[in-house]
């Protein structure tokens, strides 16, 4: 499996091997079979393997194409700095009930998060909402500000943006005294900055900005995993079905997920802990146990 993973085609897996006398039963289609096993049976570990062993602190939701189609894939990020890939759904759109159905489905596999959650996520509205409503008292949620910037910028004309782009790097108070300008400029970029403005600004406002800006002000975990992951699946010719998707996706996650590094400021990681709790106003653990 991990040969045709790592890029040898069934088509001349036969031609690699012929230099191994013992080798046996190499035809492509003999390991197009072992493979479509092998896949399936890494995909049903994927989606089955429990959650309630880590300790979950910040959550990474996002939409990526993938094989043609749209796939929303949600990353863990533990208190020990441990990026571990949770789940996916396919879908045409980011849309509420799909993603619901992810988060819940994580919660049913043991998602712990009673201790407060950091969703990191874009402007979807549908991933918004479903991670509001399933999580509802125990997440935060923090907008990517490259995703703000760019939505906002993107109403200006070229040779503005980037001015633009320099000023909406700031902090509250700065945007807030940008919207008169905007107003003047653009009002679809001014509805734009004010949309989720507030979202845009958690990690400022939970006192954490200094310590993990490089880990979560942007989409870099996630777009380092997609990066990890094209590099076996670009080699696809041809996608065929949604199952052949998953499996190649859930393979691909399982393989990647031991070469992750930890996020930028792990050891920060602690005090948003902290800070999730005292915004969220929730009880120590052991109150909530004995309740």
């Given at each position: 499996m991990l040969r045709v993973l790592k890029g040898i085609s069934c088509?001349?897996?036969?031609a690699c091997a012929e230099a191994v006398p013992e080798a046996f039963g190499v035809s492509a289609s003999s390991v197009s079979r072992r493979f479509i096993k092998a896949t399936a049976k890494?995909?049903?570990?994927?989606?089955?393997?429990?959650?309630?062993?880590y300790d979950f602190v910040a959550l990474f939701v996002d939409g990526k194409s993938f094989a043609d189609e749209q796939m929303v894939i949600?990353?863990?990020?533990?208190?020990?700095?441990?990026?571990?890939p949770l789940g996916f759904v396919e879908t045409s759109t980011e849309n509420e009930r799909v993603c619901r159905q992810l988060i819940q489905d994580l919660i049913r596999r043991g998602l712990r998060y009673h201790e407060g959650?950091?969703?990191?996520?874009?402007?979807?509205?549908?991933?918004?909402?479903?991670?509001?409503?399933?999580?509802?008292?125990?997440?935060?949620?923090?907008?990517?500000?490259?995703?703000?910037r760019e939505n906002v910028v993107s109403y200006l004309p070229e040779p503005g943006r980037p001015r633009f782009r320099r000023k909406l790097q700031k902090a509250k108070a700065a945007l807030e005294a940008l919207k008169p300008e905007l107003a003047l400029l653009n009002q679809s970029a001014l509805g734009s900055l004010e949309e989720g403005l507030e979202e845009t600004l958690t990690l400022h406002r939970l006192g954490m900005?200094?310590?993990?800006?490089?880990?979560?002000r942007t989409t870099n975990c996630i777009e380092a995993i997609n990066s990890m992951i094209a590099d076996s699946t670009d080699k696809v010719k041809r996608w065929t079905n949604s199952m052949?998707?998953?499996?190649?996706?859930?393979?691909?996650?399982?393989?990647?997920?031991?070469?992750?590094?930890?996020?930028?400021g792990y050891r920060h990681l602690p005090l948003l802990r902290q800070a999730?709790?005292?915004?969220?106003?929730?009880?120590?653990?052991?109150?909530?146990?004995?309740?």
């Open positions: 088509r001349n897996y036969e890494k995909l049903k570990q994927f989606q089955e393997r429990p959650l309630d062993d949600a990353l863990g990020v533990t208190m020990s700095g441990e990026k571990i959650l950091l969703a990191i996520i874009d402007g979807s509205k549908g991933l918004h909402s479903a991670i509001r409503k399933t999580l509802k008292g125990y997440v935060r949620i923090h907008r990517f500000q490259w995703h703000k900005l200094p310590f993990l800006k490089r880990s979560f052949q998707r998953h499996r190649w996706l859930a393979a691909a996650l399982l393989d990647t997920q031991p070469r992750l590094r930890n996020v930028s999730l709790k005292n915004d969220l106003n929730l009880q120590p653990t052991q109150d909530l146990l004995r309740a």
